[in-house]
T-cell receptor, first 110, second 112 residues
Framework: GQQVMQIPQYQHVQEGEDFTTYCNSS?????IQWYKQRPGGHPVFLIQ?????EVKKQKRLTFQFGEAKKNSSLHITATQTTDVGTYFC??????????FGKGNQVVVIP | EAQVTQNPRYLITVTGKKLTVTCSQN?????MSWYRQDPGLGLRQIYY???????DKGDVPEGYKVSRKEKRNFPLILESPSPNQTSLYFC???????????FGQGTRLTVV
């Protein structure tokens, strides 16, 4: 079945610096979604990308969908302590299912 | 307020004692699913339901049952829990194709 791979699995980021997390699929995705889970919390939807090469911004977060629709990235600038958590990407599977990556756990160092 | 509600939030039980984790959503969503989250393994789908009386296995269905008798409710049943089912469980619902998933607060289950 379709698998979505995320790299890296863990990141330690200095407060104020930028970081990127990546999501790769072995097959073409019709869309990709990103979620954030705060420590002790539940996954919360951030954004959905649909078009090839699409770029969307949410304040300090920039989401990109690759031209081939097989990869995606999330770039965060000027990291804040509130950015701590695990970031998941998810691609659509058959029967309206979502295939989640294993997540990128981000620790912010003050 | 649109939400997915799971109960209980925390549960410690013994091996073999049947339990049910409830999930209810107030958004009239057709699609509901259950995930378990384990360290290093991400979110793995247990079962999903595309509508009332329509359910199907996800990636890790062994040891679990579900039912969807009403649109708003999607309980997860462990007939004979075992220690390897100790995990954090999330229920989620979504309206349809290409829409965002709304997650419940999670249920942390420990089976001893």
């Amino acid at each position: 079945g379709q698998q979505v791979m995320q790299i890296p699995q863990y990141q330690h980021v200095q407060e104020g610096e930028d970081f990127t997390t990546y999501c790769n699929s072995s097959t073409t995705l019709s869309n990709i979604q990103w979620y954030k889970q705060r420590p002790g919390g539940h996954p919360v939807f951030l954004i959905q990308l649909v078009k090839s090469g699409e770029v969307k911004k949410q304040k300090r977060l920039t989401f990109q969908f690759g031209e081939a629709k097989k990869n995606s990235s999330l770039h965060i600038t000027a990291t804040q302590t509130t950015d701590v958590g695990t970031y998941f990407c998810a691609g659509k599977r058959g029967n309206n299912r979502l295939a989640f990556g294993k997540g990128n756990q981000v620790v912010v160092i003050p | 307020e649109a939400q997915v509600t799971q109960n209980p939030r925390y549960l410690i039980t013994v091996t073999g004692k049947k339990l049910t984790v409830t999930c209810s959503q107030n958004m009239n969503h057709e699609y509901m699913s259950w995930y378990r989250q384990d360290p290093g393994l991400g979110l793995r789908q247990i079962y999903y339901s595309m509508n009332v009386e329509v359910t199907d296995k996800g990636d890790v269905p062994e040891g679990y049952k579900v039912s969807r008798k009403e649109k708003r409710n999607f309980p997860l049943i462990l007939e004979s829990p075992s220690p390897n089912q100790t995990s954090l469980y999330f229920c989620a619902s979504k309206a349809g194709q290409g829409t965002e998933a709304f997650f419940g607060q999670g249920t942390r289950l420990t089976v001893v």
